[in-house]
């Protein structure tokens, strides 16, 4: 796999493909998963696959404080709504890089206090995601 030319592609390239190979996932990258709520093409960075489990994969990358952290609710609802087709069975939104103000927050499960539906997409951070991954516990 070719790196993107991205600090997210070099990521996904140097520690989440190891990651799930190690745990014994397949894999598939830069998946066209559908429409973004009627709103044109949904990609997700992995769809990784384990005995029956289809599992969604979307990594953000923050290496310093920007806009990435605002587009993170909207990312989790096009989780939230690609799942309800039934096809994959969770998602994952990781979050890498030190320059998250809301990391806390995002990890802590808060925002599904204000979205709901969205019990399936779980956002981890990078570490956590590559030690379950890993582990094959995703």
């Not at 894999?27 to 949904?42: A, E, M, P, W």
């Not at 806009?67 to 799942?83: D, G, W």
Request: contains cysteine; charged residues 25%; hydrophobic residues 40%.
């Amino acid at each position: 796999m070719k790196a993107r030319g991205t600090g997210t592609g070099w990521v996904l390239e140097r520690m989440i493909i190891p990651a799930l190979d190690a745990g014994g996932y397949g894999y598939s990258v830069r998946v066209n998963v559908g429409s973004r709520l009627g709103q044109g093409i949904h990609f997700v960075d992995v769809v990784a696959t384990k005995e029956e489990r289809r599992l969604l994969i979307s990594l953000k990358w923050q290496q310093v404080s920007g806009t990435a952290e605002q587009k993170i609710p909207y990312e989790v609802i096009c989780l939230a709504a690609t799942l309800e087709e039934k096809r994959h069975d969770k998602a994952y939104l990781v979050l890498g890089g030190e320059g998250w103000k809301l990391r806390s927050f995002y990890v802590s499960g808060a925002l599904s206090k204000y979205v709901r539906g969205i019990e399936n997409v779980e956002i981890v951070t990078l570490e956590n995601f590559v030690a379950k991954a890993n582990r094959g516990l995703l």
